[in-house]
């Protein structure tokens, strides 16, 4: 990969701050590692855009996107906007469109980053979330909305397929970790239908991974082990609700969601995949530079790895590392550091530069 | 009420030794106080019965239990059922048929019991979980099953009239709490239909409520605040797939779901209500006297308060609080009281007495 053509959308809120700092990495390391060259492409959508005109992703933008390499994504959300246009007529349209049927968030603590767990040692976990169906499909509706007579519905939609793949997806990253163990997470006693498909799923392709330990859990039991012992955890495979729940759970323990990146993958690469922070728009301290722009840059690690230029990922997660440990030693030294959000991303991106 | 007709239904796993220290202090309690009197009748069901005769709850059982008082339940589940059989024919059925529209589950942390959290100061809440609605109705279903074009879908259903009846109880019970607080979670984002109904239902029963404060939280970031801030909640009101989420993560906040106690109310009295700890049958500690009971005995105060006893109620609060300072001091002085499950009845039927 001699170019990459990056769409980026910085959003709202922090957005636009932390994407910055992303950027900013991402040039150091293509230039630290001699290229690829970068071109980038940024989208105004979001709810500036929205409040304007009233559109969330109009078809030429989803075209215009799709013939590029990668995303980088801020945050979306403002509360000017009805809850649920953005997320669905943005976020996740663009998720169910490129088909992100991988939703990829590794999770893990920093020695000296403060959690607020008693024992916080050795949590290093990946959760393989599904992307683009469950409860996240859009199906269902409304009848006799505003009356006393109003029922309302959403429909989980799973399928052999959606759940074949991103399994087998969660599997072979099991396999090439030290530990090869694989949790997946239902609620198969109440949920029978979509919890067997699951079950029956994990059991067929576990059958192919014999080097994989393989366990499963309830949801409400997964929310529990996350805080007595989240150092049992080594892939969590899951459907797209739970592991919207887990992720933000397992962001709040390792550290908070300022530190908790994600990638949307295609894996295959029929479309562009999606990095973005796990975080929210934060428009309570938007444009305070004081967001925490290090889950965005994790973001862009993770979007490396994702094109197969492992080097430069590393090169980041590295300088991550030593700037955690930086902090770690600033703060046991009794002066934590205090730094805006372009501090964190110029520190980053010297030690990037080395 | 100078007599109390109670089903018993000590269920699988460890939920007959606890059921009977539940007993044994529902027992201490009413001589302590001079009554009522307690008639039990004990039901085989569960993973025995159904092994034995393929049976979960038959009619003529429901109908039996409907004419008593109140129910005390201890757990369900066996590795040897197929995942799902006794937890809908047999729990969500009791849940369902007896119409127990609030799922009520009381969190708070007692000084001195470990907890994971470095900080657990000030952990008193509760949380209003809808019992008879959404995902938990048995609605969807599978085609193609077993094949590489299997669909399966679950359907949550919601309505007006079952939102807000619960929501209205929520009020109430925050109403009458110091704080005045009330934190309805959901995830209206994506769940547009269901968490559309929960929010106008939200702003309109609490138009009633003006003096009750009431604030939203996704379900995920709900998730971040029970470890990062848990103090902050008085009362939660949430649909029923996330209050059996939370409820978990609150359990092993607050010390460990050994101690966490529910009431399945059916607030009207038309069906009796059904008491239960929010654990599970865990089969591999059964018979082994370890179980700590203190989440069925605290389930008993909570028959005791929907039965009208607020004095009996209020006699084993305090005793559990009683016996949960032994434990601490216990544990302080560097001598942890080693008990067992029977040994912890005793000390709380004996904190009952006096
Ligand atoms: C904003 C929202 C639609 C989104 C989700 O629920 O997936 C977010 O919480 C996340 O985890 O990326
Ligand atoms: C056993 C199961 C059906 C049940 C539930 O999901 O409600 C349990 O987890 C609970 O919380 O009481």
Redesign the interface.
């Known amino acids: 990969m001699t170019s990459i053509d990056l769409a980026v959308i910085p959003g709202d809120g922090i957005g636009p701050e932390v994407v910055a700092e992303g950027l900013k990495v991402l040039d150091a390391v293509c230039e630290a590692l001699g290229g690829p060259e970068i071109a980038t492409h940024t989208y105004d959508l979001g709810a500036r855009r929205y409040l304007a005109t009233g559109e969330t992703l109009t078809d030429a933008d989803l075209e215009d996107i799709k013939g590029r390499d990668a995303i980088l994504l801020g945050a979306i959300?403002d509360p000017r906007v009805p809850?649920?246009v953005l997320?669905?007529g943005l976020l996740?349209k663009l998720r169910f469109a490129l088909d992100h049927y991988v939703n990829l968030r590794p999770n893990r603590h920093y020695p000296g980053v403060p959690?607020?767990?008693?024992?916080s040692g050795g949590i290093d976990f990946l959760v393989v979330r599904e992307g683009t169906e469950g409860?996240?499909c859009g199906n269902?509706?409304?009848v006799?909305q505003?009356?006393?007579?109003?029922?309302?519905?959403?429909?989980?939609?799973?399928?052999?397929?959606g759940v074949?793949r991103v399994v087998r997806y969660a599997f072979a990253k099991a396999q090439a970790r030290p530990r090869k163990k694989l949790t997946y997470v239902h609620?198969?006693?109440?949920?029978?239908?979509?919890?067997?498909?699951w079950?029956?799923v994990v059991e067929e392709v576990g059958a192919e991974y014999p080097d994989v330990a393989v366990d499963y859990m309830h949801?409400?039991?997964a929310?529990?082990f996350?805080?007595?012992d989240p150092a049992r955890f080594d892939v969590i495979a899951t459907d797209n609700?739970f592991g919207?729940?887990?992720?933000?759970?397992a962001?709040?323990?390792t550290g908070?969601?300022g530190l908790a990146a994600s990638g949307n993958i295609n894996p295959e690469k029929a479309f562009p995949s999606m990095f973005e922070p796990i975080h929210g728009s934060a428009p309570d301290i938007a444009g305070k530079q004081i967001a925490d722009p290090t889950a965005t840059i994790a973001s862009v690690a993770l979007m490396f790895d994702h094109l197969g230029l492992a080097e430069h990922a590393r090169a980041i997660e590295d300088a991550i590392e030593s700037d955690m440990a930086a902090r770690a030693s600033a703060a046991e030294a009794g002066a934590p550091l205090k730094r805006s959000t372009s501090d964190v991303g110029n520190a980053v991106a010297a030690l990037v530069r080395g």
Chains 1, 2 share one sequence.
Do not use: W
């Not at 505003?146 to 397929?161: D, F, K, L, Q, R």
């Not at 919207?244 to 759970?249: A, F, N, R, S, V």
């Open positions: 959300g809850s649920g997320e669905r996740l959690t607020p767990l008693a024992d409860l996240y269902g509706g409304v006799r505003g009356t006393p007579h109003e029922i309302a519905t959403e429909v989980s939609v799973n399928t052999a397929y074949e609620k198969h006693n109440v949920l029978v239908n979509a919890g067997g498909l079950r029956r949801v409400d039991a929310t529990i996350l805080v007595t609700l919207d729940i887990l992720t933000d759970e962001g709040a323990i908070g969601i």
